[in-house]
């Protein structure tokens, strides 16, 4: 059974500096994997979404990463801003619609 | 584009009650979903439609819980009873069938059993 992993649970960083979450899985037959963000009280709002062909998605100042075969992916958020402040969550889709998600890492951007 | 909705935001209820969420998805989209996010955690999914028709219930506790899309369009998903342990968050989520369409969400429920 696929299970994604998502180290660190929380970090805090000062403004301006920059950052990256991890997303680990166990079953490296994905589809793709998408990145969200969660604020508090709200739903998952979609942030990028890598098909499994692809090494890399950039938005902004987001840019994720997926290597399959070694079951990792990474989201790196350049220049944070206390507006980045959220919950990230990584999940994977397989080949029957079906989406595994992490326990996401809580961020917390000092101004 | 408007979005998923979702109703009520929030809502209380005593144990051995009965609740229903209602969830109206983005036109469209033929595959809805209802997940359980518990505090702290990623979401898990209750149930899976496509269209009117179920994909996969397998982590629906169907004793207590259950869920429709009658017309292919807006669900239903109902609590009946409910439990101390049922408090969470319950996410309506769709997306366009098949390929790499990604995943919306909406604001979700928030229930809370006492």
């Known amino acids: 059974k696929q299970e994604v992993t998502q180290i660190p649970a929380a970090l805090s960083v000062p403004e301006g500096e920059n950052l990256v979450l991890n997303c680990s899985f166990t079953?490296?037959?994905?589809?793709?994997l998408q990145w969200f963000r969660q604020d508090p009280g709200k739903g998952l709002t979609s942030l990028l979404l890598i098909q499994s062909s692809q090494r890399e998605q950039t938005s902004g100042r987001l840019n994720a990463s997926l290597d399959k075969s070694s079951g990792r992916s990474t989201l790196y958020i350049a220049a944070s801003q206390p507006g980045d402040s959220a919950t990230y969550l990584c999940?994977?889709?397989?080949?029957?619609?079906?989406?595994?998600f992490g326990s996401g890492t809580k961020l917390n951007v000092k101004p | 584009e408007a979005g998923v909705a979702q109703s009520p935001r929030y809502k209380i209820i005593e144990k051995r009650q009965s609740v229903a969420f209602w969830c109206n998805p983005i036109s469209g989209h033929a595959t809805l979903y209802w997940y359980q996010q518990i505090l702290g955690q990623g979401p898990k999914l209750l149930i899976q439609?496509?269209?009117?028709?179920?994909?996969?219930d397998s982590q629906l506790p169907k004793d207590r819980f259950s869920a429709e899309r009658l017309k292919g369009v807006d669900s239903t998903l109902k609590i009946q009873p409910a439990k101390l342990e049922d408090s969470a968050v319950y996410l309506c989520?769709?997306?366009?069938?098949?390929?790499?369409?990604?995943?919306?969400f909406g604001n979700g429920t928030r229930l809370t059993v006492t």
């Open positions: 439609f496509q269209n009117n028709g179920v994909v996969d």
């Open positions: 989520a769709s997306r366009l069938t098949g390929g790499n369409s990604p995943l919306h």
């Open positions: 079953d490296s037959a994905i589809y793709n």
């Open positions: 999940a994977v889709k397989d080949n029957f619609n079906k989406f595994y």
